[in-house]
């Protein structure tokens, strides 16, 4: 199985704005607990700025490195690089992976945000390493959410031919996260469901368990 393809299995995306506690606290639980990817998302109402944002994604990568988890970068391909993430994961609207990939180097990971099969086979033919495809369920997390597609979008992808690592997002926590890999996911990526859980660990461990 393909290294990455492992990595998607639990991925926790963060930004401090998500957190009611601190966000390092919540990283370290989550990845004492198993979490296997790990993306900063520093995004929308009350999200953090400049050095501010700069710094806390220092201290995150530094947690992601020690539990030797990849850490991923969201839209932000400038501070991708000026962290020496792992990689990034741009949306349909935040640039070209032809020219993210120029810049950021063959050796990162790329992920893709896609929504329907036409954008996960555009995704596959631009070079993505992985896509993300949602929204699974609805949330409030995302403001600018598009139409929810439940799972049954990932198995037409699947039956498009695409065989690349793919993870669920949107909504998805212990009790549908499942449905999600029963539909042809690689793994689960989840924000609220880890970042506002009650027990981060036994949360990690439902949402593997799958
Ligand atoms: N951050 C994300 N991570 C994933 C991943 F695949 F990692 F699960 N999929 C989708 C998104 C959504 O990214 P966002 O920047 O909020 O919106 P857009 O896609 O419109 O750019
Ligand atoms: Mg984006």
Do not use: W
């Not at 989550?30 to 993306?39: D, I, P, R, S």
């Not at 998302?41 to 999200?47: C, D, F, P, T, Y």
């Not at 120029?102 to 990971?109: A, F, L, M, P, V």
């Amino acid at each position: 199985m393909n290294i990455l393809r492992k990595h998607m299995q639990v991925y926790f995306v963060m930004g401090s704005n998500n957190c009611d506690r601190n966000p390092e606290v919540v990283l370290k639980e989550a990845l004492e607990a198993g979490v296997t990817c790990f993306q900063y998302r520093e995004k929308g109402e009350g999200a953090k700025l400049g050095i501010e944002k700069l710094e806390l994604g220092a201290r995150l990568k530094e947690l992601c490195n020690e539990y030797e988890v990849p850490f991923i970068v969201n839209d932000d391909v400038e501070l991708a690089i000026q962290l020496d993430a792992d990689g990034v994961h741009i949306g349909q609207e935040d640039g070209n992976i032809t020219s993210i990939r120029e810049k950021i180097g063959n050796e990162k990971i790329v992920g893709v945000s896609t929504h329907n099969v036409e954008e996960a086979l555009r995704a596959v033919e631009l070079g993505a390493d992985y896509i993300g495809v949602g929204p699974m369920y609805f949330t409030s997390t995302k403001k600018d959410i598009e139409e929810v597609k439940g799972p049954s979008v990932i198995t037409a992808i699947r039956e498009a031919g695409v065989t690349l690592p793919i993870v669920g997002i949107g909504g998805i926590n212990i009790s549908n996260a499942k449905e999600v890999m029963e539909a042809g996911a690689d793994g689960v990526a989840v924000i609220s469901a880890i970042s506002k859980a009650e027990n981060v660990e036994e949360t990690v461990i439902k949402l593997q368990r799958g």
